[in-house]
């Protein structure tokens, strides 16, 4: 009854605003976005929210071989939105996310992060009495324009630059900045919170906090320009369920790009597309509730008033963290940015209010009038992840700690990266893998991952995962031309 309801509210949205053309999306298993454009009459006259969409599973990476390529998508009305850039008579469009279906009424099928994975963990907590809430701190970087043969910031190569600066700081060489008219340098690693006239971003991040806002169902809590040279920003939206969280997760991706195309700009995700400055991370904080109780608050914590289970969730969450490491930060290109000296997490330990800890517990309020915000937050993801791989495989690796009741350990309230390495050995602190392959051979020994996944998209993951870091391995490098051409 409840998806008539919205089927019905979908459908009277396309046609008061006499939409034209239906992007019919999904997710595969790189957490890229696959669309194809329907027409809406499909929708408002026809079967699509009943029947689904077939098409072709066999061109999707990590989906099915040729021999059993039909699927289905279908569509959930709840995600339909209407896209605000396509406003020209007569091609009005809109846009939704479905779950993949096998064929022939064969239902959600294993190869869907969305359908298959995110639904089962969501079920996994519901079975267990929680209801869990997520919120991503997505970061990403604008650019002019790319180049990879003219990378400004990378003295080894290209000491004179090109093309590829960011936004806002036309040709900039961190080391050493020239100063156009009309630009100020934002210094790298110096650049958070900074107002304009310095941050130039800010026309753009206003235009995609409002689109979100008026069209997507956000409530934007902060935007701002990130720590690293112009062009790294941040935009804040509130908690929400699993799954509507990470729907929000891939439309801020979506509006981000399409944006910054309009500003004649290119937005990225990458984890780490400039040499020697800041990286962009995903921080992901996640709650469990019991009804109306916050689960993870405990008035009577001195430390940071998180409860028992709030601890045992750490604990799991520190337990798989390696493991994890190959779901959150699945790119050859992530590892580095879990480098020391970048404020990304390296060390497995937990704490509150310290930034250098994988795992940490903010505090800003006190008081039980704040017991809504009590959380965890997770620091080990970056953007380029599959946000609903991502937030089941954390919320699994939790709720694993809380099943078995695993002890994180105490907090550890020092900059760990100032830490002497004996002390962090006498204190058991372990590392965060250093590479993708280093993660990937972590992530093939872990039973919860492999649970939280599915035996399919587990298996599938690994291999393309294996294959990325392959090619990697066998490319010749620029660095590596400079380096050792006169050996």
């Not at 309801?5 to 949205?13: C, G, R, T």
């Not at 996310?97 to 519901?126: F, L, M, Q, W």
């Not at 701002?224 to 369920?241: K, L, M, N, S, Y």
């Not at 209010?353 to 903010?362: G, K, T």
Request: charged letters at 25%; a negative charge.
């Amino acid at each position: 009854m409840e998806n008539v309801e919205n089927v019905k509210k979908a459908i009277e949205l396309l046609k008061a605003n006499k939409v034209r053309w239906v992007h019919s999306t999904f997710i595969d298993i790189r957490g890229l976005m696959h669309d194809m454009i329907i027409p809406a009459r499909e929708y408002i006259e026809g079967n699509a929210f009943t029947a689904g969409l077939g098409f072709d599973g066999s061109s999707v990476r990590g989906y099915k071989s040729i021999e059993e390529s039909d699927m289905n998508l279908m569509p959930d009305p709840k995600t339909l939105a209407i896209i605000p850039w396509t406003s020209e008579e007569n091609q009005k469009s809109a846009i939704v996310i479905g779950d993949v279906h096998e064929a022939y009424g064969g239902g959600p099928s294993e190869v869907c992060p969305r359908g298959y994975v995110a639904k089962n963990a969501v079920k996994t907590a519901e079975g267990m009495g929680y209801t869990t809430y997520f919120a991503p701190e997505l970061e990403y970087f604008l650019f002019s324009s790319i180049d990879p043969t003219k990378l400004v910031w990378d003295l080894w190569v290209s000491p004179k630059g090109g093309e590829g600066d960011s936004w806002g700081a036309p040709r900039v060489v961190p080391q050493s900045p020239e100063i156009t008219p009309g630009n100020f340098v934002l210094r790298p690693r110096e650049a958070y919170f900074r107002p304009p006239p310095e941050d130039t971003t800010i026309e753009y991040r206003n235009e995609v906090s409002s689109i979100l806002e008026d069209n997507f169902g956000f409530k934007i809590e902060k935007h701002h320009h990130e720590v690293a040279t112009a062009g790294q920003i941040e935009i804040d939206f509130t908690f929400g369920p699993l799954i509507e969280t990470a729907d929000k997760a891939m439309y801020y991706k979506f509006v981000a790009k399409n944006v910054a195309k309009k500003y004649g700009l290119i937005a990225t995700f990458m984890p780490k597309p400039v040499y020697l400055d800041n990286a962009s991370g995903m921080h992901t904080h996640i709650s469990l509730w019991k009804g109306a109780k916050n689960e993870m608050y405990d008035e009577n914590d001195e430390y940071a008033e998180l409860s028992q289970t709030g601890r045992y969730f750490i604990g799991g969450l520190l337990e798989h963290a390696r493991a994890l490491s190959a779901i959150c930060c699945p790119t050859v290109n992530s590892y580095k940015r879990l480098v020391p000296g970048f404020e990304a997490p390296i060390y497995i330990m937990w704490s509150r209010r310290n930034r250098s800890a994988l795992v940490r517990i903010p505090v800003y309020y006190k008081g039980p009038k704040f017991a809504n915000q009590k959380r965890v937050e997770y620091r080990g993801a970056d953007p380029s992840c599959n946000p609903y791989m991502a937030f089941a495989c954390l919320l699994m690796a939790g709720l694993d700690g809380v099943k078995k009741k695993i002890d994180p350990g105490d907090p550890v309230d020092e900059d760990v990266y100032k830490m002497p390495s004996e002390r962090r050995r006498a204190l058991g602190i372990r590392e965060l893998p250093t590479s993708l392959r280093e993660a990937l051979e972590e992530m093939k020994s872990d039973e919860v991952m492999h649970q939280a996944l599915g035996s399919h998209i587990f298996d599938a993951f690994i291999e393309y995962k294996t294959n990325d870091w392959n090619q990697y391995c066998l490319y010749v490098t620029p660095w590596e031309i400079m380096k050792y051409l006169d050996y």
